[in-house]
């Protein structure tokens, strides 16, 4: 039983850890929204103040769960294709059900807002007041239902996985479109990578300058044009990285990347790509709440060093990137890898 194999359920008890732990940060949320005034001296009020700083625990942890739980998703999953017939990588396993990718998206979906509230609480611990509680109690009730839809899809696509089939893999289904197109297969991959080369390059030099001089303005433009790049980003790693990877043109599969034979560029590919996109989400999203002056100070010094970790971030990503491109320049003596 799938149930019992050690990758799925390590994945499904990480994303109980996380679910749980955010639906426990939910349950101060909703007391906080009832019952908390910040002008009261009661004993109730001083006892809901420090489950405000413990529901910040339960979220930071929860969050940190909830990116293992992504990173458990793909290990799961390129565990499970070497047992079903005709997966090469993950991508069979989770095309093996119709809530395979279901469950994928979603989980890339909770880590993101996971990762981003966790910055919120990270700031609300740097200043004094009490001032982003029932903003970021609001945060924590969107966010929690998020980690309970991916737990959801998680267990369904688990219990729907049946071994005994003949799925299709990457080769089968996405290498003969890119062959099928032929010569336009160029014109996005050029483009795409440009693009991306273009908002990556843009992201790390707009967070370094706003980092000097934050103004909320400033950092709501750096994490927009971030939020642009992702999926120029990812589009790139399609179109162009992969198939450098494996000197193959038309072999367009992201999962691959997970491979060893692939030297498993795609787990700090993507993790780059994640703590990119969570550090400048996170900055934008304080910069949302900042508004009044008595936090504009640590605001500042908070929204600098996110901005400086995600410009590091990005950097990295983008070094990732260039190795196989560089790798296939020096093996092949400068031939082009696309015709």
Not at 123 to 131: G, L, Q, V
Not at 143 to 154: E, I, W
Not at 304 to 319: H, P
Request: hydrophobic residues 60%.
């Amino acid at each position: 039983m799938q149930l019992l194999e050690p990758w799925v359920f390590l994945r499904l008890l990480a994303g109980i850890v996380a679910s749980a732990l955010l639906v426990r940060a939910s349950v101060t949320a909703i007391q906080v929204l009832r019952r908390f005034d910040v002008m009261r001296a009661t004993e109730g009020q001083l006892l809901l103040e420090r489950r405000v700083e413990l529901a910040g625990t339960f979220v930071r942890v929860g969050a940190a769960a909830q990116v293992v739980a992504l990173l458990l998703s793909a290990l799961s999953a390129d565990k499970l294709s070497r047992g079903i017939r005709g997966a090469m990588c993950a991508y069979g396993a989770f095309n093996s059900s119709p809530w395979g990718f279901r469950s994928l998206y979603a989980s890339v979906l909770a880590a993101l807002a996971a990762g981003t509230l966790a910055q919120l609480y990270t700031f609300d611990a740097r200043i004094k007041t009490m001032e982003l509680v029932r903003p970021l109690a609001w945060a924590t009730l969107l966010v929690a239902p998020l980690a309970l839809v991916d737990l959801a899809l998680q267990t369904a696509f688990v219990l729907d996985l049946d071994l005994s089939v003949v799925a299709s893999c990457c080769s089968v289904q996405l290498d003969p479109i890119a062959s099928a197109r032929g010569g336009t297969v160029g014109g996005p991959r050029v483009a795409a990578t440009a693009a991306a080369a273009i908002g990556v390059g843009v992201c790390i030099l707009l967070a370094w300058l706003v980092a000097r001089r934050p103004t909320r303005p400033k950092v709501a433009l750096a994490s927009a044009v971030a939020f642009a790049s992702l999926p120029l980003a990812i589009a790139a790693i399609v179109l162009e990285i992969a198939p450098y990877t494996f000197e193959v043109p038309q072999h367009h599969c992201p999962f691959c990347l997970l491979r060893a034979d692939a030297w498993g560029l795609g787990y700090p590919l993507f993790g780059a790509l994640l703590l990119a996109a969570v550090w400048s989400f996170g900055a934008g999203a304080s910069a949302l709440l900042a508004r009044k002056p008595q936090v504009a100070e640590a605001w500042q010094r908070f929204a600098a060093s996110r901005l400086r970790r995600g410009a590091l971030a990005w950097g990295a990503f983008a070094l990732l990137c260039l190795v196989p491109v560089v790798r296939y320049a020096l093996v092949s003596h400068g031939a082009s890898l696309f015709p």
